[in-house]
């Protein structure tokens, strides 16, 4: 069995490594959106930087951008074939996530686990030594 060629793995990630554009592509997945509704949608993300996805996108064939000739100036944002086509490859890294996360969650609640048993350990230990030093107290206490 051949393995694929991980290197063309990298050119998805490099695209997507930007929280905004895996964010961006999400918002048009459901549909065309204009600027200020994805501004909207985004919610802290300045125009600038949503700019700067968008062109990018658009230059990646990611997104088409449509300047519609009217007044006051109107433009859509629409997601290409190409982009459409990142959807399963989107589903499948949320799949990961998912399983990853659950791994994670599963080790530190066995970690907690192992602390929380040696803590109970120590606590008993230190319950048996404080029993033995108040019997000694009222042992030296009955001698006197």
């Known amino acids: 069995m051949q393995l694929p060629d991980l290197a063309l793995a990298e050119t998805t990630l490099n695209m997507l490594k930007d929280r905004w554009k ?13 600027f200020g509704e994805l501004k909207k949608e985004l ?8 700019t ?12 088409i951008r449509h300047v519609y000739a009217q007044i006051p ?5 629409t997601l290409t074939s190409l982009g459409y086509n990142l959807k399963p ?4 890294m949320v799949a990961w996530a998912e399983i990853y996360q659950a791994t994670l969650l599963k080790e530190l609640n066995t970690t907690l686990e ?4 040696k803590i109970e350990t120590l606590n008993n230990k230190l319950e048996a030594g404080y029993q033995k030093l108040e019997n000694k107290i009222k042992e030296i206490k009955n001698n006197f």
Do not use: F
């Open 73 to 77: 100036p109107r433009v859509d944002y």
């Open 52 to 63: 700067s996805n968008l062109r990018m996108l658009e230059q990646n064939g990611i997104i």
């Open 43 to 50: 919610g802290d993300i300045t125009q600038k930087v949503l």
């Open 89 to 92: 490859v989107l589903d499948s």
């Open 114 to 117: 192992s602390g929380c048993q």
């Open 22 to 34: 895996v964010r961006i592509i999400e918002c048009l997945l459901s549909g065309t959106m204009r």
